[in-house]
């Protein structure tokens, strides 16, 4: 079964998609994945002894998009 949004995260589940160093003032990254419904985290890492904080749950969201054909005549094709 996909994932949905109403299942729980599963212990050993989370997956690195990036790992980055951000400065003061910029606190924000954006990630592609394809759609989907996701359970996100974050951790700390200590660059220079690898170190690392627990993960911190931050909850369940759905990625979705939509495509635009970018036709403006309101004339439609043949199937």
Same mark, same amino acid.
């Given at each position: 079964m996909p994932p949905a949004r109403n299942r729980n995260p599963q212990? !050993?589940?989370?997956r690195t998609?990036?790992?980055?160093?951000?400065?003061? !003032?910029t606190?924000?990254?954006?990630?592609?994945v394809p759609p989907g419904f996701y359970a996100a985290a974050y951790?700390?890492?200590n660059t220079t002894t !690898?170190?690392?904080?627990?993960l911190v749950p931050i909850g369940?969201?759905?990625?979705?998009f939509a495509v635009s054909s970018g036709t403006t005549s !309101?004339?439609?094709?043949?199937?």
């Open positions: 212990k !050993g589940g989370y998609k990036s790992f980055v160093s951000f400065v003061p !003032g606190l924000s990254f954006d990630v592609n951790r700390f890492v !690898g170190q690392e904080t627990a369940v969201s759905q990625v979705t !309101g004339k439609k094709k043949a199937a």
